[in-house]
């Protein structure tokens, strides 16, 4: 079945402890990217990777980090996480980053608690 | 710089009525348009999108919308709310000049409920 898996799917932490948050595609997808929910505010994206090591920020990518070392992952790298990146994460992959008219497939969501 | 704004945060309507969500959109170019469902504790599936094709398009469920350049509106309608249909809706946009990399701009969201 084609997917996006995200890992976890909830996770609650305390602050200033280094956790990942692991995304995987099964379609062979170029474009990968993550967003985060909150509410009022819809999903605003963090970042997002064309293709094997290349990536770049988003509108909101100030206290993230991701890598593209496989086509098939991106992870989600919160170095020292503070309580206002409590959200709701979603990965989503689509191919053929060029052609903006592409559905992007969505994970079904990691819902991150900073206490 | 794009933006969505989709009118009202909830929307309420009886089964069996008509479901109208708005979406309003600005953009320098005529945009790709989507409209996402997100279901309790799931993540987006796409309903429909518009690619400058026909300005009418047909989604899953019974879903529709109608691309309204001189009104930049994008509004998604259905003729008869089921309760399945309780949900999260979210209205996107794209650049189509391939310069934003594929980045969709998505709208606050709106939720509906359907009650009997």
């Known amino acids: 079945e084609a997917q996006v898996t995200q890992n976890p799917r909830y996770l609650i932490t305390v602050t200033g402890k280094k956790l990942t948050v692991t995304c995987s595609q099964n379609m062979n997808h170029e474009y990968m990217s993550w967003y985060r929910q909150d509410p009022g505010l819809g999903l605003r994206q963090i970042y997002y990777?064309?293709?094997?090591?290349?990536?770049d920020k988003g509108d909101v990518p100030e206290g993230y980090k991701v890598s593209r070392k496989e086509k098939r992952n991106f992870p989600l790298i919160l170095e020292s996480p503070s309580p206002n990146q409590t959200s709701l994460y979603f990965c989503?992959?689509?191919?053929?980053?060029?052609?903006?008219?592409?559905?992007?497939?969505f994970g079904p969501g990691t819902r991150l608690t900073v206490l | 710089a794009q933006s969505v704004t989709q009118l009202g945060s909830h929307v309420s309507v009886s089964e069996g009525a008509l479901v109208l969500l708005r979406c309003n959109y600005s953009s320098s170019v005529p945009p790709y348009l989507f409209w996402y469902v997100q279901y309790p504790n799931q993540g987006l599936q796409l309903l429909l999108k518009y690619t400058s094709a026909a300005t009418l398009v047909k989604g899953i469920n019974g879903f529709e919308a109608e691309f309204k350049k001189s009104e930049t509106s994008f509004h998604l309608t259905k003729p008869s709310a089921h309760m399945s249909d309780a949900a999260e809706y979210f209205c996107a946009v794209s650049d189509p000049s391939g310069t934003s990399y594929g980045k969709l701009t998505f709208g606050q969201g709106t939720i509906l409920t359907v009650h009997p």
């Open positions: 990777s064309m293709n094997v090591e290349v990536t």
């Open positions: 989503a992959s689509s191919p053929r980053s060029a052609y903006s008219y592409n559905e992007q497939f």
